[in-house]
């Protein structure tokens, strides 16, 4: 098992490349399903979520074939419906797979989701949906099974703006007979980058700025395309934390500045000093002033990013607040940021952050994929040795974090034990 020895404290220069966006790619990669000729990806991350995906879609029959930086994915020949525990219990995005499959298939048996331990988050939402359109939905023994002779288009309101019940209704919709309205619709900019795979490859989907109409299409209908995803916003506000932790000067090349426009200007509100183009985030050292803050959905405050903010809320001199809208077990990472001498007062779902105390690196253990975030920029600010446990958790979502950071000078390194 990895873990990663970061000496602190630590400068950063030059600029990193953010990869094309986790949250962006799985959905796109579900939605391969709903072709049956080839579909190509190009620039793929190489994370542990996205190998768990390919290997779930190999399990259902898709041939994946990699061509330098394209991914080539066959559905033309499905072979199994099931989505099993052994597949899924890693990653939660494996259940968006059943839209698809329901859509095409006429079934879809999947396993109940794992993934991060960060709170509840039951999929009544994407069942209820599918029910909508026309699904019979049956649960036992830890599986969910959906049947239907023919999908058809209705009005589905969602109680909350879930990204994964959006994405698996709409894939779902695709070929669904008549228009399907979905309402009260989650509008993170991934979800935007999956309507604009489907429409070009033949799909009718239009979005307003809470609505998706869905018209639906003939079954495997859907011509081949070539698509590259969005550059990962998450990562790019990471880095853009470790910048502003360190009081560094370093550039993130690869991502759209209006995807972070909540974070960005937070920080700039605290006093942060950031250039923007039309791809890229350069950061400037700068003095930071405390913040109060809540998560909430697109456009609002990523939930993301929350870990990242209060590790660096443990620099800044004074009180800092965090509240948590989204998840109400996201507060993981702060004992261990307490174990590098973090102060930090947790009160339900706000956590108190009184900055500027004195960081020393220690051991420490992650515990979900953003919390291990927050432990590395944290690591970054402490004098001395850290020792960063249960990387797979990192690896989940960032793509060679350590190499990335050890190009803007971190003293990092991966160790196997």
Wanted: proline share 5%; glycine share 8%.
């Amino acid at each position: 098992m990895d873990k990663f020895v970061i000496n602190g404290p630590a400068k950063l220069s030059g600029t990193v490349e953010v990869s094309k966006s986790k949250n962006s790619t799985l959905p796109i990669m579900a939605s391969t399903l709903l072709f049956d000729k080839p579909v190509t990806l190009k620039n793929l991350p190489e994370l542990r979520d996205i190998a768990t995906m390919k290997k779930l879609l190999e399990k259902l029959g898709v041939k994946i074939e990699q061509r330098g930086s394209e991914t080539i994915f066959d559905s033309s020949e499905l072979t199994f419906c099931e989505a099993t525990y052994e597949m899924v219990k890693t990653m939660r995005a494996s259940v968006l797979v059943m839209g698809p499959l329901l859509t095409r298939e006429k079934r879809a048996v999947v396993s109940l989701p794992g993934g991060c331990a960060i709170g509840a988050r039951p999929i009544d939402i994407h069942l209820s949906g599918l029910e909508k359109l026309g699904a019979k939905v049956s649960m036992h023994g830890g599986y969910v099974k959906v049947t239907s002779d023919q999908l058809i288009g209705n009005k589905i309101v969602l109680p909350f703006p879930s990204v994964g019940a959006t994405e698996n209704l709409l894939m779902a919709a695709v070929y669904a007979k008549g228009l399907s309205a979905i309402e009260n619709v989650a509008q993170e900019p991934e979800i935007d980058d999956l309507i604009d795979f489907l429409n070009s490859a033949g799909a009718k989907i239009e979005r307003s700025r809470s609505t998706i109409m869905i018209e639906g299409v003939p079954p495997l209908s859907l011509k081949p395309i070539v698509h590259t995803p969005i550059g990962d916003r998450i990562e790019a506000a990471t880095y853009l934390i470790a910048g502003l932790i360190t009081n560094s000067s370093i550039k993130i090349n690869g991502v759209r500045p209006i995807y972070l426009e909540a974070v960005i200007e937070l920080l700039k509100g605290a006093g942060a000093k950031i250039d923007l183009d039309d791809n890229s985030i350069t950061v400037h050292p700068s003095k930071l002033t405390p913040f109060n803050v809540e998560t909430a959905p697109f456009p609002g405050f990523p939930t993301d990013v929350q870990a990242q903010l209060i590790a660096l809320a443990t620099k800044i001199q004074g009180s800092s607040f965090i509240t948590e809208k989204i998840f109400e077990n996201r507060f993981m990472h702060v004992p261990e940021l307490q174990r590098m001498g973090a102060k930090i007062v947790l009160k339900g779902n706000l956590a108190v952050v009184e900055g500027g105390e004195k960081m020393v690196g220690a051991p420490v253990m992650c515990t979900d994929l953003r919390a291990s975030a927050a432990l590395v920029l944290a690591a970054l600010i402490c004098e001395g040795k850290s020792e960063i446990y249960r990387v797979y958790h990192i690896d989940r979502g960032y793509e060679l974090i350590d190499q990335k950071l050890r190009q803007l000078g971190v003293d990092i390194s991966r160790v196997n034990e």
